[in-house]
C-alpha cells in the first residue's frame, strides 16, 4: 500500500512538472498602432505573426498610451474587445483548435492591413512548430500581388515533405500544393486564377508541420 502511494505522489510530482511545457502563456503587446509579440520588436511593423500550439493561451497588454484598440477577430475566434487606459490587460480563453485566427484593431487597421496580427494554431506536440530562419527553409510566392499565376520558390533539404497550404482570410484551406524534392531554384509556376480576387495566407508545411506563414493578394 506504502508502494502504491509513493508510486502515485511520483506520478502526481511527474505531471506538475510537466505541465508548463504543455501550454504557454503569448503576452501580445499593443502600442499606438502595433501589435508586436515575442521577438517582434521592429519599431517599424504594425503587424504580428506567429504560431502557436494547441492550449496556449494569449494576454494582450497595453502598458502605456491612452489611445483606443478594439481588438476584433476576423473569423470570430474571440470576442471582440477594448485595449485603452481603463483596459489594459486581456487574456483569452485557451485556442483548442488548429487554423489561422487574423485580428485586427478596429481604430487603426483592418483585415491585414495596419495594425493586425495573426494566430497560426498547430497541433502540440515536440515538433509542432518549426523555426523556418533556424532550419534554413524558405518559401516565396511571387509575383505578390498577381493575376494568378504565381510561381513557388523554395530552399529545401532532401528527406523531407514540403507542402504549401493556402487559405482565406478565415483560415478556410483552399489548396495545398505538393512541393517535390525535384523543385529547382527556377521555381514550380502554380495557377491560382480561378480563385477570387482578395488576401490570402500561404504557410510552408513542413513534415506536416507549419514552418512560417506569409501573406499573399490576388487581383483581378
Do not use: W
Not at 499606438?32 to 519599431?43: K, L, R
Not at 509556376?189 to 482578395?198: A, E, I, Q, Y
Amino acid at each position: 500500500m506504502k508502494l502504491f502511494t509513493r508510486s502515485m505522489a511520483a506520478l502526481a510530482m511527474l505531471i506538475l512538472s510537466l505541465a508548463p511545457t504543455l501550454a504557454a502563456n503569448i503576452t501580445i503587446l499593443v502600442g499606438d498602432n502595433f501589435y508586436h509579440g515575442p521577438g517582434n520588436t521592429d519599431p517599424n511593423k504594425q503587424n504580428d505573426i506567429r504560431n502557436i500550439t494547441v492550449g496556449d493561451v494569449v494576454t494582450f497588454s497595453y502598458p502605456t498610451g491612452n489611445s483606443s484598440h478594439p481588438t476584433m477577430s476576423d473569423n470570430g475566434a474571440f470576442a471582440t474587445f477594448q485595449m485603452n487606459a481603463s483596459s489594459r490587460s486581456v487574456t483569452l480563453p485557451a485556442f483548442n483548435t488548429v487554423g489561422s485566427n487574423p485580428y485586427h484593431c478596429m481604430a487603426h487597421g483592418g483585415p491585414l492591413v495596419g495594425q493586425y496580427g495573426i494566430l497560426n494554431v498547430v497541433a502540440a506536440g515536440p515538433t509542432a512548430t518549426l523555426d523556418a530562419r533556424t532550419a534554413g527553409i524558405e518559401v516565396n510566392v511571387y509575383p505578390n500581388p498577381s493575376r494568378g499565376q504565381v510561381t513557388v520558390q523554395l530552399n529545401q533539404k532532401a528527406g523531407i515533405d514540403y507542402k504549401l497550404r493556402l487559405s482565406n482570410i478565415i483560415g478556410q484551406e483552399v489548396r495545398t500544393v505538393a512541393l517535390k524534392p525535384e523543385l529547382t531554384a527556377a521555381g514550380l509556376p502554380v495557377d491560382l486564377s480561378d480563385l477570387r480576387t482578395g488576401v490570402y495566407f500561404y504557410s510552408l508545411l513542413v513534415d506536416g508541420k507549419v514552418a512560417s506563414t506569409k501573406r499573399l493578394v490576388l487581383q483581378n
